[in-house]
């Protein structure tokens, strides 16, 4: 059983960083992709970064040179480096992975199987 759980999230003023975490149990399988996503009020859900197990890396172009993601396959633990964030960064960011999925053309895959509950990132003007 894969689970997944976000830590990091926070307050920051707008121009500032946070680094999110994700802790990555039960992903046995060869290939994969593994990602954030976020979610912000009144707004649908939306893939921000993926990374899948050969190191191909997908980003929205909203946060492309902002935002980098990395896995520490040693720890099993996803990250979410995150710079100059701004207001419109801010909404609950979700960790998710799909088994059997490799990234395609740098874009990002939605159809997720296993999803974490979430940690909120704020970002103040």
């Known amino acids: 059983q894969v689970q997944l759980v976000e830590s990091g999230g926070g307050s920051v003023q707008s121009g500032g960083s946070l680094r999110l975490s994700c802790a990555a149990s039960?992903?046995?399988?060869?290939?994969?992709?593994i990602g954030w996503f976020r979610q912000a009020p009144g707004k649908q859900r939306e893939g921000v970064a993926e990374i899948d197990s050969r190191g191909n890396t997908a980003y929205t172009d909203s946060v492309k040179g902002r935002f980098t993601i990395s896995q520490d396959n040693a720890k099993n633990t996803l990250y979410l480096e995150m710079n100059l964030l701004k207001p419109e960064d801010t909404a609950t960011y979700y960790c998710a992975a799909e088994p059997w999925c490799t990234l395609v053309a740098g874009k990002i895959y939605y159809d997720m199987d296993f999803w974490g509950k979430g940690t909120l990132v704020t970002v103040s003007s």
């Open positions: 039960g992903i046995t399988y060869s290939t994969y992709c």
